[in-house]
C-alpha cells in the first residue's frame, strides 16, 4: 500500500504530530510519500519513504495534515484524481477534517484493517464560457464577486432561463457541504449533507427582495456579468480565482468526479456547524 501525506505549509509545530503519523505508517509496512511541505518538516526520505508528487502521482490514500484550506487546495490539485483522503485536524478551520492529533495511532490501525467507510462529496465545475476556461473543481462553492469594493452588476440564469438581475457584493453558488461556509455567512441556508443540491446566494444585494435559491444537482447555473459592470472576480473555494470582464458569462455544473473523504465515525454536523467558533 503507498500512502502519501500533505502537509500544511507554513507551520513548522506540525513536525511531531507528522513523525508520529509517517512512525505510525512504518509500523505496518506502508509505503510513504511526503509532499514537499511534509518533506521539509521532516527532513529526511529513504528507508519506506519517498516524495509526492502531487499534481502526477496518485496513491492508495492520501492522509491530509492541517485545516480545511489544506484540504481543499489538495483536493483541487487532484482534480479528477481522487483517492480516498484521510483528514487529521490541525488548523485554525477543521470543519472538515474529523480525526484529532489524539487518535492517530488507533485511527491509522483502523486504516490499514479497512475500518473505516468513505463519503462522497459533490463538487461543483466552474467555466468561463467566452474563453473556454475550465476553473479547478470547488468542494465549497464558487464565488463571482467584486474585489474593488464596487457594485457588481450579475444576471443569473439557470438552464439558460432568467432568474435575476442583482447589483450588489456578488453571488455565491455552493454544494451542500459548502452550505455551510461562505454561503451560510452570506444568509444562505444550512443543507443537509446527504442531499444533493445546489444552493444559489446572493450577497449584500441592493434588492432586498432577492433571497437564497435551491436548485437541482443537475441544474446549469449561468452568471453574466451586465456590460455596466466593474470586472468581477471568479473564486473558488478561496484558494484558485479569476477575472470575469463585463460581458463574459460563468457556467457552473456539477463536477463529474465527487470528493473521497475516508470517515471512521458519522460526523455530528449539525452539532459542528452550532458549535462552531
Do not use: C, W
Not at 491530509?64 to 487529521?88: E, K, S
Request: glycine letters at 8%; aromatic letters at 6%; zero cysteines.
Amino acid at each position: 500500500m503507498r500512502i502519501g501525506i500533505v502537509a500544511k505549509p507554513g507551520d513548522k509545530s506540525i513536525t511531531k504530530i507528522l513523525q508520529i503519523v509517517v512512525s505510525s505508517l512504518l509500523e505496518h509496512g506502508v509505503e510513504v510519500l511526503l509532499d514537499p511541505i511534509a518533506s521539509s518538516y521532516v527532513g529526511s526520505t529513504g528507508n519506506g519513504i519517498g516524495l509526492l508528487d502531487i499534481h502526477r502521482d496518485t496513491p492508495d490514500i492520501i492522509i491530509v495534515i492541517g485545516g480545511d484550506g489544506t484540504l481543499l487546495r489538495t483536493i483541487q490539485l487532484l482534480g479528477d484524481r481522487q483517492p480516498a483522503i484521510m483528514t487529521i485536524r490541525y488548523g485554525r478551520r477543521g470543519f472538515l477534517l474529523d480525526v484529532s492529533p489524539y487518535e492517530i495511532r488507533e485511527r491509522i490501525k483502523d486504516l490499514i484493517e479497512g475500518k473505516f467507510f468513505v463519503v462522497r462529496y459533490m463538487r461543483l465545475q466552474a467555466e468561463i464560457v467566452d474563453r473556454g476556461i475550465r476553473t479547478p473543481y470547488a468542494l465549497n462553492e464558487v464565488a463571482m464577486v467584486q474585489p474593488e469594493f464596487k457594485v457588481v452588476r450579475l444576471h443569473l440564469f439557470k438552464d439558460d432561463d432568467p432568474v435575476y438581475s442583482m447589483d450588489g457584493d456578488g453571488i455565491i453558488v455552493a454544494t451542500p457541504v459548502g452550505s455551510t461556509a461562505y454561503s451560510l455567512s452570506a444568509g444562505g441556508p444550512i443543507v443537509d449533507p446527504e442531499v444533493e443540491v445546489i444552493v444559489i446566494t446572493p450577497i449584500n444585494p441592493l434588492q432586498l427582495y432577492l433571497r437564497s435559491i435551491v436548485v437541482p444537482p443537475y441544474s446549469k447555473i449561468s452568471i453574466s456579468v451586465r456590460s455596466d459592470s466593474p470586472t468581477s472576480l471568479l473564486l473558488v473555494d478561496g484558494q484558485y480565482s479569476i477575472r470575469v470582464e463585463p460581458g463574459e458569462t460563468v457556467n457552473i455544473t456539477r463536477a463529474p468526479t465527487p470528493a473521497r473523504i475516508i470517515r471512521f465515525q458519522r460526523v455530528p454536523i449539525y452539532e459542528r456547524v452550532f458549535e462552531r467558533r
